[in-house]
């Protein structure tokens, strides 16, 4: 009996079973989460536990991966849910112009699910984009300055939110995740690059790429 059962961890261990959505970590390109049109959440799944749960597990990772946002698909659920915090750290991290030009401020945390966008200002800004589930490359996208976002809170309120600026970036990047598409999918690709392609170079491509959230240091540029 018990050589059974120690039989079973060490093949627990060796081929671990893998986890089901909603996933603690953030799904890579590929997986078909992130190009399936996420579906609308009746207001009678809002209270439910696999919703709350969903909710929960998406604010959780977003934090965890030190996420400027993060939608539903990417944590393996296609369901019309995201989520958008900016953090004193996320300012931080960037030199006082880019952040001015950026447009970046502190923004306490949004959950907004069923969102629907409307554009307030139709200027549209270039900056870099990346994705934490395209880790470590960025891109140049175009968007539009300022967007209203509306929807229904995790209580089942309904909530609106002008966000402008680097707000608004990440507003409509994860309405796009929503949509199946990621931002790759709206850069030129000719500016696509590795965040870390000198210093790749400069160790002659020994180069260690964590998927786990905790190592993850390029704030704000991931959502």
Known sequence: ????????????????KPPKPPYSHVVQIGDPALRAKALTVEPKELGSEHIQQVIKTLVKTMRRYKCSGLAAPQIGVPVRIIAVEITKNHVRAHAPAVVKAREMRVTPLRVFVNPELTVEDFTTIQSPEG????????????RYRSVTVSG??????????????????AVQ????????????????????????????????GRFLQHFDGFRNRQWGLFL
């Open 152 to 169: 229904v809170s995790p209580d089942g309120e309904r909530t609106e939110w002008r966000a402008d600026g680097w707000a608004a970036r």
């Open 173 to 204: 990047h994860e309405m796009d995740h929503l949509a199946g598409l990621m931002y790759v999918d709206r850069c030129d690709p000719r500016t696509l690059e590795h965040q870390h392609w000198a210093l790749i170079n400069a160790r002659a």
């Open 131 to 142: 994705c934490a589930s395209l880790r470590a490359l960025t891109g140049i996208v175009e």
């Open 1 to 16: 009996m018990a050589a059974g059962r120690f039989s079973r961890i060490i093949k627990d261990l060796i081929n671990p």
